[in-house]
């Protein structure tokens, strides 16, 4: 027994905007939560490591907000 062509493209489909939607979900409350840890970085200095795990959130914020931008519109 066989699925026809046409049910498997749809279920796949449904299956991407689930995957997409999830995506967006998370990448949207990392954009929120992120931010949470700059003051305990800056507080703490911003030496040779800590510099870097700074820079690396900064850029995780803002992959964050262009992927989860519109979630929920």
Do not use: C, E
Not at 11 to 38: D, E, N
């Amino acid at each position: 027994m066989s699925i026809p062509a046409p049910t498997r493209l749809a279920s796949g489909r449904q299956v991407a905007g689930l995957m997409t939607g999830t995506m967006k979900a998370a990448a949207f409350w990392a954009a929120i939560a992120i931010p949470a840890t700059y003051p305990a970085l800056l507080y703490t200095g911003l030496d040779g490591g800590t510099g870097l795990l700074f820079v690396g959130l900064l850029f995780a914020n803002a992959l964050a907000l262009a992927l989860g931008h519109d979630y929920k519109r």
